[in-house]
């Protein structure tokens, strides 16, 4: 990651710290970080998102050498981070204008419904094998003629 985005991001978490609050900063940290990963879940499955980034592996402290190349990998993408970024700024800019009741709601339904997206993109395809084989007794219900021997 370049020194001017994290430059940038931490300029950025001031700003929002100062016109929402301690609190406004830290909902928008974890809103950046939940749309992040969903971003990534979308393309890679919650599973695949989660250990492919070695999220699963995280050791304190997280400014270890071994952690900075993991949330190298996560910042890779940089239409994904600009698109959680805006994601956190919108969140923040809707809870200043709007009541933190109907922000809140519509937070969940979004979120929800990109879950929903999420595991409809990854889910298997189930494919219907369609045959032009006869069926194998026939295509009537008529008994079987053979006997049946238990050995």
């Given at each position: 990651?370049?020194?001017?985005?994290?430059?940038?991001?931490?300029?950025?978490?001031?700003?929002i710290?100062?016109?929402?609050?301690?609190?406004?900063?830290?909902?928008?940290?974890?809103?950046?970080?939940?749309?992040?990963?969903?971003?990534?879940?979308?393309?890679l499955?919650?599973?695949g998102a989660?250990?492919?980034?070695?999220?699963?592996r995280?050791?304190?402290?997280?400014?270890?050498?071994?952690?900075?190349?993991?949330?190298?990998?996560?910042?890779?993408?940089?239409?994904?981070?600009?698109?959680?970024?805006?994601v956190?700024?919108?969140?923040i800019?809707?809870?200043?204008?709007?009541?933190?009741?109907?922000?809140?709601?519509?937070?969940?339904?979004?979120?929800?419904?990109?879950?929903?997206?999420?595991?409809?993109?990854?889910?298997?395809?189930?494919?219907?094998?369609?045959?032009?084989?006869?069926?194998?007794?026939?295509?009537t219900?008529?008994?079987?003629?053979?006997?049946?021997?238990?050995n």
């Amino acid at each position: 990651m370049q020194y001017w985005i994290a430059a940038f991001a931490a300029a950025l978490v001031v700003v929002i710290g100062y016109a929402a609050g301690p609190v406004g900063a830290i909902v928008a940290i974890v809103a950046f970080s939940v749309a992040l990963f969903l971003l990534w879940a979308y393309n890679l499955g919650f599973n695949g998102a989660w250990t492919g980034f070695g999220l699963d592996r995280f050791t304190a402290p997280f400014w270890k050498a071994e952690n900075w190349d993991r949330f190298g990998t996560i910042f890779a993408d940089r239409e994904k981070v600009v698109k959680a970024g805006t994601v956190a700024v919108v969140l923040i800019a809707l809870s200043l204008v709007l009541p933190a009741n109907q922000v809140a709601l519509a937070v969940v339904v979004v979120a929800a419904w990109y879950v929903f997206q999420v595991y409809r993109a990854n889910k298997p395809v189930v494919t219907k094998s369609t045959t032009l084989d006869p069926q194998v007794y026939g295509t009537t219900s008529e008994p079987r003629k053979e006997i049946s021997r238990i050995n």
